[in-house]
Each structure stands twice: as C-alpha cells, then as structure tokens.
C-alpha cells in the first residue's frame, strides 16, 4: 500500500467523524442531557428550570400511577411472550417439519402484520373490538354469547388483555421465521435416530427439536421482552392514550403524558431513567435465567 | 408412520388455516370497508360493498390532508433513508476493513444503541432540535430518523461488507487507486444487496413511524401520514366518518404491500437478522 499515515488518518476520519458527531448529538447527548434533566423541575421555559436533586424520583415512588404502568408493561411482556412464542413454535414446527405443500403461503401472510404501520394496526383492531360494529362482539352474538359482549377498550378490566391480542397478531410472524431459520438447520439424522429409537413426534419435539432451536428462542424472547418495555407505548398512545381512568397506561405513555401534555419535564425524564434501567435489568436477568449450555449430540 | 402423518397434517393445517383468516380478514374488509358509505358501514360492517365508490378517497384525499401528509411521507422518508446510507456506509467500510485503535469499542457504541430505549433521549432532542429551529419540520424529522436507524444500518452493512473479498480492494490499491475511490467504486457497488435491503427497512421503518413524528411534529400541515391518520382517527370518535378513515389507512398501507411484493425475501431477511444482533 503506496499511502502516507498523515492520508490514512485523513480517510479514517473521513469515514467516522461526521457519522459519529450526527450519532453523539443526536443520540448519545439526548441520553445523557435525560439523566441530567430528572435532576430537575423544568416546564420547557430553559430560564426556570429549578435544580430539585432527588425530588423527581422521591415523587415516582410515591406516585400512584408508577406501580400500575410497571405492572401493565410486564403484564404486556409477559402474555405477548406466552402468546407469541407458543403460537410461533407450533407454526414453525408445522410448517418445516409437516411437509404442508402451502407452506410458503403462510408463511407471507403470517409474516406481513410485521412490517404494517402500528398506527394502522391499532385503528384496524379498534374497529375490531368496537362495541357496536366491531368484528369481536358481533361474533359473540352470532354463536349466541350475547352476555360476553362488552366495550373491550372502553372497559377498566378488559383494556389491558386487548391490547395483547393486536400484539400477538403483529408479532406472529418474525418469531415464526426466525424459529423455522432454527429448525431447518437442524440435521435429519437426528430425527432418523430419534425415530429408530421409537420416539413419538411429540418426544422428538421436547428433545430434539426444542433443545437444538433453544438459541433462537432465547433471542426471540429477550428481543420481545426489549421491543415491548421499550415501545409498548406506542400502541397504547394509538388505541387507549393509557385510558379509561389509566388502566392502560404503560411507563412509555406515562412519560408521553407527564412531559408532552402537562410540561413536566423533569418528572417525565425520571420516568424515562426508570424505564432504562428496568429494561436493562430486566433483559440482564432474563439472560441469566435462560443461560444454558449449548446443546450438541 | 407416513399413515400418521398425513392425519395430523389435517390436524395441523386447522390452526393455520385459522390464523391466515384472522390476518387476511380484517385487512381484506378495511380495503373494502373505504369503498363503502357510511350507511352500508353501519348496516353491513363486515359484508361486501353494494357499489364500489372512491368518495372516501377524496374526501380523506382534499378535506383531511392526507394530500399534503403524503408528500411529507415521501419526502422524510427518501431523505432519512439516503441520509442513513451516506452515514452508514462510510463508517461500516472503515468499521469493518481498517484497523485504529477503538475500532471494536467503537463498534459496540453504537450497536448496543440498539438495545438502549430512545424514549429518555426524546424530551432532550425535543428542545435540541427546537434551539437548532428544526422542531415542527420535516427535514429535522429527516435527521433524527436517518440517525435512530443508523445501528441497525451499520449492523447490517458490516456484516455485508465482512463477505467481500479482500483481494479486490487490494489490487485496486496497487493500481494508485485512493481509498476514497475504492470506497466508492469497488466496495459501495459490490455491497449493493446490502445496501438495498438496509434502505427497504429503514424505508418501511420511516414510512410507518409515529411516535417520534408525534413528537416532533406539530402543526397539521407538516404531519406525516401516520400522523394525519391518527389525527382522523380521534376525529372519527365524533364523525364517525369510517370510510374516510379506512380509505387513508389503504393509501398508507399499499406502498408498504407493493414494496412487499417486490422485495418479500429481502425484508424477511432484513427483519430476522435484525432481531438476531441482540
């Protein structure tokens, strides 16, 4: 290479320095200047913000909507990884190892909610559970469940548990895929070994199969439990807004509202510290849990 | 065995039949439900159209701008995507083929941006980019949407770029080739599947985002598409106007089908190698 050090450097800084000054103003300084800003009580108006200390975070342990916007986001993480990884694994078991001839159809209808704007998903589905035209109750009086028939997302209760169904549904069809990438790469020699030995398909499911795509599925439930605590509130600010009377407020939209509607700054930042650290700890923890050594046979 | 098989195959294709109904279904009767009245909505809400009008279209189109958010759409979403590359690409080149010290810390930095929730950073950026006079403007909007897809950018295309032949570059730089040419013609052209999958993501990505134009955006005339649905959305509450609604939800959703049926592997590789860096 005929190049001087003086170019090398030149061309290096070339490639790095604009990217990472875009990249450092417009995501690492917003971080930080976030951490900074809980530290405050601050309406938006730069001359009045009032250093607080600890104020910001005494006021979130004693808030009494806090609690219930954390349990409402593991309430979400919870049932969207039940629901989406036990549909998901049946799916893509069924669709690599059943030799279905239509198997490819499934597999891009399934997989197309994925890339649907969530602001279209959640009008398609409040539609969907709305109370005199929607698609749920008037299916509930056609096979004669009259008494089950309620304003889904009107109701206290029931808010919450629909916003799970639009998730499942839009979630499906990466984590199928991304589990049928795990399966097919799995040798047949182990099933013709496992099948020798009489092992029902059942059997060979526990022990073959699910140990082998173990990998993929701890990835898939660490990347729903991240997408959910870290964007839940996008589907609850498009279908909800965190109503009737909080009951779907998640940390995200909670945030929303105490900073972007009633201008608590500040609070809305601590709220934001709060969330970061929960995902952080929670995936951390989950990592641990899941650890497992790698299987070979 | 085979005898077996072929029951619970029967079996099997019952949930999957099930399933690609509650998928097709609801989006099949929003295409038809903004060809309909309001009155057959209400009469008929999940039966077919008695004539197929386009009245929805308009009256979403000209009396609640979806015109003008449209064009919005088109433009943050070109510009954030073009803006991504033009950072990306650099970087990933000299990411992934030259050595410096902080090259793997570097690299760290900012995949791990991927993990880390932007909602914090968003009340800054709000008033950053009100002192920098970009707040309620789309190019700002352009900016800090080329800027949140640049991990997942950098992600791919270094991973892209590792499977490019070393051997070229080196014979190009024996040639009296500079290392700005070799990016530009030799690594820029051969890591084009790369790149087109990186821009069909961050497009799709661009075109559907709401939270941050929700944010960022204020006055009805810059809105976004998503932004100008919602807007119909809350309004519909009221009017009830639901062809109206349904018809700018098809308008958002059919470049995101074309683009689809277009480029079905490319996004589903896309999207599954994406989720697979964390």
Same mark, same amino acid.
């Given at each position: 290479m005929v190049q001087s050090k003086r170019q090398r450097n030149l061309f290096l800084a070339f490639c790095l320095v604009p990217t990472f000054l875009l990249f450092a103003v417009f995501t690492l300084y917003p971080l930080f200047n976030g951490l900074y800003y809980s530290f405050f009580k601050w309406s938006g108006a730069s001359s009045l913000a009032e250093f607080v200390g600890f104020d910001n975070y005494r006021r979130l342990f004693s808030d009494d909507i806090i609690p219930s916007t954390i349990w409402h986001d593991y309430f979400l993480?919870?049932?969207?990884?039940? %629901?989406?990884?036990?549909?998901?694994?049946?799916? =893509?078991? =069924?669709?690599?190892?059943?030799?279905?001839?239509? =198997?490819?159809?499934?597999?891009?209808?399934?997989?197309?909610?994925?890339?649907?704007?969530?602001?279209?998903? %959640?009008?398609?589905?409040?539609?969907?559970?709305?109370?005199?035209? %929607?698609l749920v109750n008037s299916g509930l009086e056609l096979i004669g469940l009259e008494s089950w028939t309620r304003p889904w997302l009107g109701s206290e209760d029931w808010a919450l548990p629909s916003l799970v169904l639009p998730s499942v549904w839009a979630g499906i069809g990466l984590f199928m895929l991304m589990l049928m990438g795990g399966i097919s790469n799995i040798s047949k020699s182990y099933y013709e070994a496992a099948e020798i030995d009489g092992a029902t398909e059942w059997q060979q499911f526990w022990?073959?199969?699910?140990?082998?795509?173990?990998?993929?599925?701890?990835?898939?439930?660490?990347?729903?439990?991240?997408?959910?605590?870290? %964007?839940?509130?996008?589907i609850v600010q498009v279908m909800t807004k965190g109503g009737p009377n909080n009951s779907t407020h998640v940390m995200g939209s909670y945030l929303y509202e105490q900073a972007f509607v009633k201008y608590n700054f500040g609070y809305g930042a601590t709220i934001g510290v709060m969330i970061l650290i929960l995902s952080l700890v929670t995936v951390l923890i989950m990592q641990f849990l899941m650890r497992r050594e790698k299987v070979e046979y | 065995m085979q005898k077996a098989s072929i029951f619970s195959r029967t079996i099997v294709r019952i949930p999957l039949i099930i399933w690609s109904l509650a998928v097709l279904y609801p989006i099949f009767w929003m295409v038809l439900g903004a060809f309909k009245s309001n009155a057959e909505i209400y009469a008929n809400p999940w039966g077919l159209p008695e004539s197929f009008s386009f009245s929805n279209f308009v009256d979403a189109w000209s009396n609640y701008n979806i015109d003008a958010s449209v064009f919005n759409s088109f433009i943050v979403t070109g510009l954030?995507?073009?803006?991504?590359?033009? *950072?990306?690409?650099?970087?990933?080149?000299? @990411?992934?083929? *030259?050595?410096?010290?902080?090259?793997?810390?570097?690299?760290? @930095?900012?995949?791990?941006? *991927?993990?880390?929730?932007m909602v914090l950073g968003w009340i800054p950026l709000f008033f950053? @980019? *009100?002192?920098?006079?970009?707040?309620?403007?789309i190019f700002g909007l352009s900016i800090v949407y080329a800027v949140s897809q640049l991990p997942f950018s950098i992600f791919v295309l270094t991973s892209f770029m590792a499977t490019i032949p070393k051997s070229l570059e080196e014979a190009a730089a024996i040639d009296g080739m500079s290392p700005y040419g070799i990016l530009w013609k030799i690594i820029t052209p051969l890591s084009t599947t790369g790149i087109i999958t990186v821009t069909i993501m961050n497009m799709i990505q661009f075109w559907n985002e709401y939270f941050m134009a929700l944010i960022f955006l204020q006055s009805e005339e810059n809105y976004t598409l998503a932004l100008a649905i919602d807007y119909i959305s809350n309004e519909t509450q009221y009017t009830n106007a639901w062809g109206t609604l349904f018809a700018s939800l098809v308008i958002a959703i059919v470049p995101v089908i074309v683009l689809y049926a277009i480029f079905q592997r490319r996004i589903v590789k896309g999207m599954t190698e994406g989720a697979i860096k964390g």
């Open positions: 993480v919870i049932t969207k990884v039940f %629901g989406i990884m036990i549909l998901s694994t049946f799916f =893509a078991v =069924a669709l690599t190892q059943m030799k279905i001839k239509e =198997a490819p159809f499934y597999r891009i209808v399934f997989f197309f909610p994925n890339i649907m704007s969530v602001v279209v998903i %959640g009008i398609l589905w409040m539609f969907i559970y709305n109370p005199s035209l %929607g022990k073959v199969t699910l140990p082998l795509i173990w990998p993929q599925i701890k990835i898939s439930i660490l990347y729903i439990i991240i997408t959910t605590l870290n %964007g839940s509130f996008i | 954030g995507a073009t803006l991504t590359l033009a *950072m990306a690409i650099p970087t990933s080149y000299a @990411l992934e083929r *030259m050595r410096f010290r902080g090259n793997r810390l570097l690299f760290t @930095l900012y995949i791990s941006a *991927m993990m880390i929730p950053l @980019l *009100m002192q920098l006079n970009l707040l309620d403007n």
